[in-house]
């Protein structure tokens, strides 16, 4: 893919969250410091259905959309958290802008930042099986330096932020922990949220509906998985 166009996607993307005018809060929400974070443990990015790339309608994060009754949020993100030995913590993940990297998780703060300047919803999920984290972590690792994977696509090198956990948490029998199949990018009421729908169109290929991977809400709901806490 032509470099310029990768360029111009990262600001796109980074520009979708975060407004020219707005800037992040200058300080992490407490409650991530309250969480007694692990390395190992992942952090879901959630924002409201309604949540759109094509203007700059400002949306309560913290009030998603409710369906049936039931508030419903788009998962579109899932990262590896870290501590490391002087219990400063770090980012892994699979990014437009980063491609896989490991960085600050104030970075990842400000690149998360919603266009009212607010944080999206951030939900710390720990394996209920955690004895072997700090391999999953060093596993991980052994992808940055790779490229986003824009197509969803397992049959390269590439990978996207779900992609990368999975490969990443294996056992030492290279089995995964986590599960794929026919990917649903749908919301309760069966349309796809307009965040999937512009990204998509953006680069250029239809939502992958269907197709066998991963996606962060589905991720977010395996049962291998237990709640840390929520910043809403």
Known sequence: MNKNFIVFLSVFCALLFHACHTSAPEREPEAIHDMSIQSGDLLFVGIPLDYRLSDSTVVDSATPTSTAGVQEVNYIHVAILELDEHDSLWVIDATIKHGVSRYPFREFLSDFT??????????VMRLKDNKLANRYVEQAKSYVGRDYDIHFSADNTEQYCSELVRNAYKTDRG????????????????????????????????????VTGTTPNAMYREHCLVGVGQLP
């Open 114 to 123: 919603l266009k009212n300047g607010e944080y999206p919803r951030l939900e």
């Open 175 to 210: 089995e995964y922990i986590f599960s794929e199949g026919p990917m649903d990018f749908k919301s309760a009421d069966g349309t796809v949220p307009p965040y999937w729908v512009e990204l998509f169109a953006l680069l250029g290929a239809p939502v992958p509906q269907g």
